[in-house]
């Protein structure tokens, strides 16, 4: 009998402790059980079972990070990217500490296109971990504080990204160091980043050569303006005469027309002296040989007068060759007193004026585009006219021509007709375009850029008929500007990815692919591109799988929806 009861008592405390335990850990083993079960659903591809029983999951244990995280996983694979960043946002603030979660919301935000709320994660980042920043997140660090005019902490950013001596960067990056350099007036710098960029191949190659135009009119450095001119005109034709530069051309040919008309008056004032001493010498040795012979002249006297003249003659040439060299390093536009100065004596009065007899036509030459550079105040200025009698490129080149002395004042600058107007220069150009004129109709696209450059779908335009006539860099040049100019525009960004697909490899162009998809992640044709890509480039199966079937949901009635379902069948 008291066998009996022990035994009991034994059976009845198990069973208490087996309850207590139960009590303990049932809740936190069924949530990991549970967990553990929707992430296969989620491997399997049933997104929506796994994300429901999640949603049953978080409503009995509310606030859960792990919960949250997983949820969050989900609606990023599904490219729910605003659902994803959130849901990763609230998991990583119930746990701050989680470096990997702090990395992984902040790639949501990115592709949730949430800047600011990426940018404030960046920096949490850079505090907790900077040792493993890479470059990449280095130089999208330094694009967030560039845009909130953070000017030396961006730069700092940038340049812990970068390490030129090792390898070149990248011409997008160079451009970005130059502008924070310029900002900061380091023109050396500035200068020494933007010519990294100048002489690549790449699109950033316009904006490099703008900043160095820009850093040599500041500097007058006429030399190297013009060096900068005419690679943009070799390299982007007709792109400085649809920009705020316009006016330079004309600086730079006043400045090297000057320059011809003070070496013209510098040789005449030479031969002038030259004649004169010339003529004294022969004078002088006229009167000798009338001297008689039983009359001594005045050595002393003689030779003292003729040294004093020489040596006056001589002294003033080095004093107009000084003059001359001064005026050389003046800016372009010099003045009517400056250019009497150096050759006075010579010219006796006359005033220098300038041949407005120039074959070019720029691309809008009523704009009045004002640099931004110090300059001398002229006394009297001098105009240069340009006339053309045949519209050209803009982006021939120019040759001044027969330099006159005259006292007339040169006309101002004045078109050769009447202007068209904009939607004239756009009919045009349509026009040009449907018959294959695509010279024509690049510059008519040009001239109306210089009406209206902030118009993106005149830059996608201009895209379009340089890629037809096979210029395929300047095609996406231009493409990139309309995308900029527009970036919410999915046309923009398609006919961008089809200009691409002609100039960058393919890993770079299945990259482009990625992105565009992340800004655009219920476009539909964007999905079947980058499905495409998938299948041909990367071979990645999987993802390819499903895009396609991306594709078919969002746009169940489209054309191709016969390419994506035999892709599917073809990929299972």
Same mark, same amino acid.
């Given at each position: 009998?008291?066998?009996?009861?022990?035994?009991?008592? /034994?059976?009845?405390?198990?069973?208490?402790?087996?309850?207590?335990?139960?009590?303990?850990?049932?809740?936190?083993?069924?949530?990991?059980?549970?967990?553990?079960?929707?992430?296969?659903?989620?491997?399997?591809?049933?997104?929506?079972?796994?994300?429901?029983?999640?949603?049953?999951?978080?409503?009995?244990?509310?606030?859960?990070?792990?919960?949250?995280?997983?949820?969050?996983?989900?609606?990023?694979?599904?490219?729910?990217?605003?659902?994803?960043?959130?849901?990763?946002?609230?998991?990583?603030?119930?746990?701050?500490?989680? !470096?990997?979660?702090?990395?992984?919301?902040?790639?949501?935000? &990115?592709?949730?296109?949430?800047?600011?709320?990426?940018?404030?994660?960046?920096?949490?980042?850079?505090?907790?971990?900077?040792?493993?920043?890479?470059?990449?997140?280095?130089?999208?660090?330094?694009?967030?504080?560039?845009?909130?005019?953070?000017?030396?902490?961006?730069?700092?950013?940038?340049?812990?990204?970068?390490?030129?001596?090792?390898?070149?960067?990248?011409?997008?990056?160079? !451009?970005?160091?130059?502008?924070?350099?310029?900002?900061?007036?380091?023109?050396?710098?500035?200068?020494?980043?933007?010519?990294?960029?100048?002489?690549?191949?790449?699109?950033?190659?316009?904006?490099?050569?703008?900043?160095?135009?820009?850093?040599?009119?500041?500097?007058?450095?006429?030399?190297?303006?013009?060096?900068?001119?005419?690679?943009?005109?070799?390299?982007?034709?007709?792109?400085?005469?649809?920009?705020?530069?316009?006016?330079?051309?004309?600086?730079?040919?006043?400045?090297?027309?000057?320059?011809?008309?003070?070496?013209?008056?510098?040789?005449?004032?030479?031969?002038?002296?030259?004649? &004169?001493?010339?003529?004294?010498?022969?004078?002088?040795?006229?009167?000798?040989?009338?001297?008689?012979?039983? !009359?001594?002249?005045?050595?002393?006297?003689?030779?003292?007068?003729?040294?004093?003249?020489?040596?006056?003659?001589?002294?003033? /040439?080095?004093?107009?060759?000084?003059?001359?060299?001064?005026?050389?390093?003046?800016?372009?536009?010099?003045?009517?007193?400056?250019?009497?100065?150096?050759?006075?004596?010579?010219?006796?009065?006359?005033?220098?004026?300038?041949?407005?007899?120039?074959?070019?036509?720029?691309?809008?030459?009523?704009?009045?585009?004002?640099?931004?550079?110090?300059?001398?105040?002229?006394?009297?200025?001098?105009?240069?006219?340009?006339?053309?009698?045949?519209?050209?490129?803009?982006?021939?080149?120019?040759?001044?021509?027969?330099?006159?002395?005259?006292?007339?004042?040169?006309?101002?600058?004045?078109?050769?007709?009447?202007?068209?107007?904009?939607?004239?220069?756009?009919?045009?150009?349509?026009?040009?375009?449907?018959?294959?004129?695509?010279?024509?109709?690049?510059?008519?696209?040009?001239?109306?850029?210089?009406?209206?450059?902030?118009?993106?779908?005149?830059?996608?335009?201009?895209?379009?008929?340089?890629?037809?006539?096979?210029?395929?860099?300047?095609?996406?040049?231009?493409?990139?500007?309309?995308?900029?100019?527009?970036?919410?525009?999915?046309?923009?960004?398609?006919?961008?990815?089809?200009?691409?697909?002609?100039?960058?490899?393919?890993?770079?162009?299945?990259?482009?692919?990625?992105?565009?998809?992340?800004?655009?992640?219920?476009?539909?044709? /964007?999905?079947?591109?980058?499905?495409?890509?998938?299948?041909?480039?990367?071979?990645?199966?999987?993802?390819?799988?499903?895009?396609?079937?991306?594709?078919?949901?969002?746009?169940?009635?489209?054309?191709?929806?016969?390419?994506?379902?035999?892709?599917?069948?073809?990929?299972?």
């Amino acid at each position: 009998m008291p066998k009996a009861n022990l035994k009991k008592v /034994i059976f009845i405390l198990l069973s208490l402790t087996y309850v207590l335990l139960a009590g303990c850990s049932g809740p936190e083993e069924k949530k990991a059980k549970r967990l553990q079960q929707a992430a296969e659903l989620q491997a399997a591809g049933d997104h929506t079972t796994a994300l429901a029983n999640l949603d049953t999951l978080s409503a009995e244990f509310p606030n859960d990070a792990e919960i949250l995280r997983q949820i969050g996983d989900i609606h990023q694979a599904l490219g729910n990217t605003a659902e994803a960043a959130f849901y990763l946002s609230a998991a990583y603030a119930l746990n701050p500490d989680d !470096v990997e979660l702090l990395y992984q919301t902040y790639r949501a935000q &990115e592709n949730a296109q949430q800047s600011g709320a990426a940018a404030e994660l960046l920096e949490a980042l850079v505090k907790a971990e900077p040792d493993a920043i890479t470059a990449e997140l280095w130089r999208r660090l330094g694009e967030f504080r560039a845009e909130a005019q953070q000017t030396q902490p961006a730069l700092d950013a940038y340049l812990k990204g970068v390490h030129p001596e090792q390898s070149t960067p990248a011409p997008e990056t160079a !451009v970005a160091i130059g502008t924070l350099f310029r900002q900061l007036d380091n023109l050396p710098q500035a200068e020494r980043w933007y010519s990294i960029a100048a002489n690549s191949d790449d699109p950033n190659a316009l904006t490099a050569l703008f900043g160095l135009l820009e850093i040599q009119l500041r500097n007058q450095n006429w030399v190297a303006a013009e060096a900068a001119i005419a690679q943009l005109d070799q390299q982007f034709p007709g792109a400085i005469d649809a920009s705020r530069w316009a006016s330079a051309r004309g600086e730079l040919q006043g400045w090297r027309s000057a320059q011809a008309a003070m070496q013209a008056e510098l040789d005449k004032a030479n031969a002038a002296s030259e004649t &004169e001493e010339q003529t004294e010498a022969a004078k002088s040795d006229t009167d000798t040989a009338a001297t008689p012979a039983h !009359v001594k002249p005045d050595t002393h006297t003689s030779t003292t007068t003729e040294a004093g003249s020489a040596t006056s003659g001589k002294a003033q /040439i080095i004093k107009d060759m000084q003059h001359a060299e001064a005026m050389a390093d003046a800016p372009a536009l010099e003045t009517v007193s400056s250019v009497e100065a150096v050759t006075a004596p010579a010219r006796q009065g006359k005033i220098v004026a300038f041949d407005p007899n120039i074959a070019i036509e720029p691309a809008e030459p009523e704009l009045s585009i004002e640099v931004n550079y110090d300059q001398q105040t002229p006394a009297t200025s001098i105009n240069y006219a340009v006339n053309s009698t045949n519209a050209g490129d803009p982006a021939d080149s120019f040759q001044p021509e027969n330099t006159e002395v005259n006292r007339g004042t040169p006309s101002p600058i004045r078109p050769a007709a009447t202007p068209r107007s904009l939607e004239e220069l756009l009919a045009d150009a349509e026009q040009a375009t449907d018959e294959d004129a695509f010279k024509n109709a690049i510059t008519l696209y040009w001239q109306a850029l210089g009406r209206a450059n902030t118009q993106a779908d005149i830059w996608n335009n201009l895209s379009r008929v340089y890629l037809m006539d096979g210029q395929t860099k300047n095609a996406e040049t231009t493409a990139l500007e309309a995308m900029r100019l527009a970036p919410d525009q999915t046309a923009y960004t398609l006919d961008y990815l089809r200009v691409i697909q002609y100039t960058k490899q393919s890993d770079d162009f299945l990259a482009e692919l990625e992105s565009a998809y992340d800004r655009f992640p219920r476009s539909a044709e /964007i999905a079947l591109s980058l499905a495409r890509g998938y299948e041909r480039i990367s071979g990645n199966k999987s993802a390819s799988r499903t895009l396609y079937q991306r594709f078919i949901e969002l746009a169940p009635n489209h054309p191709l929806n016969a390419e994506a379902e035999t892709a599917l069948a073809r990929l299972r």
